[in-house]
């Protein structure tokens, strides 16, 4: 299965102030955003195992920010200033049973199964952020009475 989204934002503010000093000074600002994101998701069992399939997800995305600034004083003084933000990521994750009472593989041992995850992101300007997992659970046989 596969799924793929995405969103798109725009703002526009604008202002204009008055100060009194030993004259009127008006002051014009513009703030200027534009963001957006898209976002893919990968899931499937592309093996079969003796005790179950194998089970994956894949997520990639991405997130972009961009913030322009503008102001323009009426004497003429003018600033602008500008930033920007990217993102990207990527996580996956993998379930698969090891032994298992429904199908009977090594059904004396029970159920147990594994996950391992791991995850990958970069944020522009920042770092890259890593993590990784490993888990799994045991639901022993119970002897019949």
Do not use: C, W
Request: no cysteine; aromatic share 4%.
């Amino acid at each position: 299965m596969e799924t793929v989204t995405g969103a798109y934002h725009h703002g526009d503010a604008r202002g204009e102030t008055a100060r009194f000093t030993d004259r009127l000074l008006r002051e014009r600002t513009t703030a200027i955003t534009n963001a957006g994101n898209a976002k893919l998701i990968v899931m499937g069992s592309p093996l079969s195992l003796p005790a179950s399939k194998l089970r994956t997800a894949l997520r990639i995305g991405t997130e972009v920010s961009r913030l322009a600034a503008f102001s323009t004083i009426r004497t003429g003084v003018a600033s602008a200033n500008s930033s920007a933000q990217f993102d990207l990521n990527a996580q996956t994750s993998v379930n698969v049973a090891l032994t298992s009472r429904r199908t009977g593989f090594l059904g004396v041992l029970g159920t147990v199964t594994a996950n391992m995850n791991g995850a990958v992101r970069r944020v522009s300007g920042y770092a890259t952020l890593d993590r990784s997992a490993t888990a799994s659970t045991e639901h022993p046989a119970t002897a019949s009475a």
